[in-house]
């Protein structure tokens, strides 16, 4: 089995042949941009599905969700390059950051969690994945991401570097499934995402990795609120975040942005169509609901 299943993609283009002629690497065709997202709704039913169903959903998971919609409606940004053409990806896959402490030096390294076909599996579905894997990561109990974070740190980082780029030219570009070598299969996915909220951050733009052959990343910003005008133009106060996205110009342009947030912005406003209701009470003993005890 390849590591990643792809087809070519066809009809490319004159920019887009363009683009990849213009811009060899990674290091040149970032393109940065933030869209600012009302999310007064999507909190209400994150309260209401921890009420209902006792698990701790965030707008880290509804990410996750939103993510598989949109690459459900733009495929053609589910996309890698390898051997200077655009392959679209057969599956969608989505890429967190995870913080985590070296036990040892107590320096904050950064791991991840890769949650597959979001768009086939519901919210309490993402949430214990996503729990389950962030454990495993933090307590340095995945194997496949404790080997490999191991191996770097005893690495001089010209050899680092290299390796990288050989591990990448055997995932992506030969597509090899490389499970055998302890490397895992497709490990960064369609789209990286790392929540810089947690952090008080409103605003950042994370740098796109070559190695990893992902076109696009996204920085969740905190919650705030703001003033803005209503439908009367009578300013009233909205509790917004700001996703700030960088992307491969030679995959991705306006165009495809434009799409990708409007799907975001319609699943934030409108959670119950775009995620589904909240799932039906669910009883504890007799008399008892989580919905009579507080949200972890």
């Known amino acids: 089995m390849p590591a990643v299943e792809l087809t070519p993609k066809r009809n490319l283009s004159s920019f887009r042949k363009i683009a990849l002629g213009t811009w060899k690497t990674a290091k040149d065709p970032s393109v940065y941009g933030t869209a600012v997202v009302e999310v007064d709704h999507a909190l209400a039913y994150i309260e209401e599905f921890r009420r209902a169903t006792g698990r701790r959903l965030t707008i880290t998971h509804l990410m996750a969700k939103a993510l598989g919609l949109v690459y459900v409606e733009v495929p053609d940004a589910n996309a890698l390059l390898r051997w200077g053409g655009i392959w679209l990806r057969k ?77 990448s030219i055997l995932i992506y570009g030969l597509n090899l499934d490389m499970r055998w070598a302890g490397l895992p299969r497709d490990p960064f996915g369609s789209a990286m995402v790392t929540n810089i909220g947690t952090l008080g951050l409103e605003e950042a733009y994370v740098p796109l990795v070559p190695y990893s052959r992902v076109p696009l990343l996204i920085a969740v910003g905190a919650v705030r609120r703001e003033l803005r005008p209503d439908d009367l133009g009578q300013p009233v106060v909205v509790q917004t975040m700001r996703l700030c996205a960088t992307f491969d110009h030679r995959i991705l342009d306006g165009s495809h942005a434009a799409r990708m947030v409007k799907i975001l912005r319609r699943a934030f406003a409108d959670p119950e169509a775009a995620f589904g209701p909240v799932p039906p009470v669910i009883l504890q003993s007799p008399g008892e609901t989580l919905r009579d005890k507080p949200a972890s």
């Open 91 to 167: 599956e969608i896959a989505i890429f967190f950051q995870v913080a985590l402490e070296d036990p040892v030096t107590g320096e904050i390294d950064l791991s991840g969690v890769t949650i597959r076909r979001p768009d086939a599996k519901s919210l309490l579905e993402i949430v214990a994945e996503f729990e389950s894997a962030a454990a495993k990561v933090r307590a340095g109990k995945d194997e496949e991401k404790e080997q490999t974070r191991q191996l770097f740190k005893r690495l001089p980082g010209w050899v680092a570097g290299f390796l990288l780029d050989l591990t």
